[in-house]
């Protein structure tokens, strides 16, 4: 054991499911692998605004973490990384003894962005971490009376599709705050409006060109004054990046995520990988989890190679990817090379990509 060589995987995000299941198929000879992750059931998030739907339990959209890894296995930790020395090539966590490793990978993604908006952070409820949120949405959906009002505070793609799937499970009303950039910024026109129309048959207030300015216990006050009622709000803006990473002094971007080159290293570390939306590519990439999900055999094998000796290869982005959003009752939306497109089949196609995914790592 301890002439073995140390990786250590840190976050059980999308990338990284695919690393332990590729190295249970095709262990990495002379090395031991750790993953350290904070939650044992690692949430896929294009199957949580299903859950809140209630279309899914909440175990179809939860991998979980202690079986991938005994099946593949790796070593799990459970536990809070806190920071990581790169010169003296350990990893620091919340309870316990530091730990060492010679190959460091980094999936531990983003947190919803709480810092701008006062109040935020203790009177909103985050969609990650999710270990969180599910309990919290349960006592959501149990309190739910009609006349309560639930805003959703983010216009981008998870808070569109939360804000459908409470509108069509509770019957208190859901406003749904776009703020500023507006609803889905940078998705085609097209689908934009067939989203809209898609709230108002929900029944959802949609709020639009203007930010949420302050949350305070029962309501959200509006940059313009408006103060919305609020008897929970759901707080699904942007994607901000750990504190953490700023003591690592690993290179960053302006927003705090760390930089890789091509090949999805560290800058300046070829012993450190770091994927999926904790990472900041040279050709800046959306936070979605499409990326991360695509850098997973990329990642794998470029672990491998270093592992071996050998070159890694550059990762290499679509161009356009296929985006797919729920609308909670059974139709979604989709777009791809600028095509709109909607309804049953939408959902049905939606579905069968998301439980196709859940069976790599779920049996
Ligand atoms: C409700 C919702 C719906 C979404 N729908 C879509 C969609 O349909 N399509 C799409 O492309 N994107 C979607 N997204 C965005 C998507 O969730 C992210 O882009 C994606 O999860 C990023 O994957 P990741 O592997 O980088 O990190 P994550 O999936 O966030 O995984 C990070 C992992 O690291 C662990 N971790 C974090 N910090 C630490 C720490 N300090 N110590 C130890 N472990 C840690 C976490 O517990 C987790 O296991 C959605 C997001 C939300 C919130």
């Not at 990786?7 to 590729?22: D, T």
């Not at 339990?57 to 005994?70: C, E, G, N, R, S």
């Not at 810092?115 to 409820?125: F, I, K, N, V």
């Not at 003591?247 to 995520?257: I, P, S, V």
Request: glycine residues 12%; hydrophobic residues 45%; proline residues 7%.
């Amino acid at each position: 054991m301890n002439n073995l060589r140390h990786l250590l995987l840190l976050g059980g995000g999308h990338a990284h499911v695919e690393v332990l299941r590729q190295l249970g198929q095709r262990p990495l000879p002379g090395w031991r692998v750790t993953l350290l992750t904070r939650e044992e059931m690692s949430p896929y998030s294009g199957m949580l605004p299903g859950v809140m739907a209630g279309l899914y339990q909440p175990a179809q959209a939860l991998i979980d973490m202690p079986a991938l890894t005994a099946r593949c296995g790796v070593e799990l930790l459970l536990d809070r990384c806190t920071g990581i020395d790169p010169q003296a090539r350990m990893v620091l966590r919340a309870g316990g003894p530091e730990i060492a490793w010679d190959l460091l990978s980094i999936d531990t993604g983003a947190t919803p962005d709480t810092s701008r908006t006062p109040g935020a952070a203790e009177h909103a409820l985050p969609l990650k971490p999710i270990d969180a949120l599910l309990p919290r949405m349960q006592a959501i959906t149990e309190a739910a009376q009609p006349g309560e009002h639930l805003v959703v505070v983010g216009g981008g793609a998870a808070g569109f599709e939360v804000a459908c799937a409470l509108a069509v499970r509770l019957p208190a009303s859901v406003t749904l705050v776009a703020g500023a950039s507006g609803l889905l910024a940078g998705f085609p026109d097209g689908l934009r409006r067939r989203a809209k129309r898609a709230l108002a048959r929900h029944g959802v207030t949609l709020s639009e060109g203007r930010n949420a300015a302050r949350v305070a216990p029962g309501a959200v006050h509006m940059e313009d004054g408006e103060t919305l009622p609020a008897s929970a709000v759901i707080w699904a803006t942007g994607a901000a990046a750990a504190p953490w990473l700023a003591e690592t002094g690993l290179a960053r971007d302006a927003r705090g995520f760390l930089r890789v080159d091509a090949c999805l290293r560290a800058e300046g570390h070829a012993d450190i990988f770091a994927v999926g939306d904790v990472a900041s590519f040279p050709e800046p990439l959306p936070k979605a989890g499409v990326f991360a999900v695509r850098q997973g055999p990329v990642l794998a094998a470029n672990l491998r190679a270093v592992a071996m000796g050998e070159t890694p290869q550059p990762y290499v982005p679509q161009q356009d990817y296929l985006r797919l959003l729920s609308l909670a009752d059974g139709r979604a939306l989709g777009t791809r090379n600028g095509f709109v497109f909607g309804g049953r089949w939408v959902w049905w196609l939606k579905d069968r990509i998301d439980r196709r995914f859940m069976a790599r790592y779920q049996h």
